[in-house]
């Protein structure tokens, strides 16, 4: 139902923040709250799950953590809040690379995660990251905006990373985009399309 929230962060909370989208509060639970800082003006990729006696929305920082998040919970014995705690671990790379590697003990580090566990995330998600160009081993997602780079650019480059341009690609054409100075993370796709299929 919602693909992101664009705000300002109203609360922080050691599980969650609190984000007012024009007006409207929204209580996203988040793997690190403490990234955000309150009164800053925010966007957040989410995911609602729907249970029996509960809606609650996920929160992620990029694309490339919404889309670990939902490869995790599509394992059995993971739920979202399993999937939040693997991830407020940070080191993506280093998860990606355990499972590819059959590091149960790696995955049993994170709460909750006993070897049975740490064996089906293997068996399930196994070659399913590199497969679908979310995040190439050895690899970090593109860096988010250090202040020089536009909100607009920097979705623009998650959506090229998302259709499976890897991270090498993309920063090769990243300064060629940044020039061009455009209005919208539409306008940037379609010109790093271009680029990218020369």
């Not at 800082?37 to 989410?46: D, G, L, R």
């Not at 953590?65 to 490869?71: A, G, Q």
């Not at 994170?110 to 399930?124: H, S, V």
């Not at 860096?143 to 998650?158: K, T």
Request: aromatic share 8%.
């Amino acid at each position: 139902m919602f693909e992101y929230l664009n705000g300002t962060i109203t609360y922080i909370d050691p599980a969650y923040v609190a984000i007012d989208v024009n007006g409207v509060g929204y209580k996203v639970h988040a793997a690190n709250p403490y990234r955000y800082e309150e009164n800053q003006a925010a966007k957040i990729y989410v995911e609602q799950i729907v249970r029996d006696n509960e809606q609650s929305l996920y929160g992620f920082y990029d694309l490339n953590e919404k889309h670990i998040f939902l490869n995790l919970i599509s394992v059995s014995g993971i739920g979202p809040k399993s999937a939040l705690a693997i991830l407020a671990g940070q080191d993506h790379s280093g998860l990606i690379q355990a499972i590819e590697n059959n590091d149960v003990k790696f995955l049993t580090k994170f709460p909750k995660i006993g070897k049975k566990t740490a064996q089906q995330i293997i068996l399930d998600l196994s070659g399913k990251f590199t497969a679908e160009g979310q995040m190439t081993l050895g690899e970090a997602p593109i860096p988010l905006s250090n202040g020089n780079e536009s909100p607009e650019l920097m979705d623009g480059l998650a959506a090229l990373q998302s259709l499976g341009y890897s991270t090498r690609e993309i920063a090769k054409i990243k300064d060629q985009l940044k020039a061009e100075n455009l209005d919208s993370a539409d306008g940037y796709l379609r010109a790093g399309l271009k680029l990218l299929t020369k």
